[in-house]
């Protein structure tokens, strides 16, 4: 990810305030509608390891 794409703010999956954060993209809510999901990079990570994961699984049930 580029360095343009962190900014400082709070993690919205593991909630750590004042680290750097990057926009994910858009999450939604049924009751609030769209907002912009940010995330810490080891959150970042996870999430990267779980979409490897999803397409490594889809990949087998072909
Ligand atoms: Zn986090």
Redesign the pocket.
């Known amino acids: 990810m580029s360095d343009e794409t962190w900014r400082t703010g709070r993690?919205w999956?593991?909630d750590?305030p004042d680290i750097p954060i990057a926009w994910l993209g858009p999450v939604h809510s049924a009751t609030f509608g769209a907002a912009p999901l940010h995330?810490?990079a080891?959150?970042v990570d996870r999430l990267e390891q779980r979409i490897c994961d999803h397409h490594a699984r889809a990949d087998q049930a072909a």
């Open positions: 993690c999956l593991c750590a995330a810490c080891p959150c």
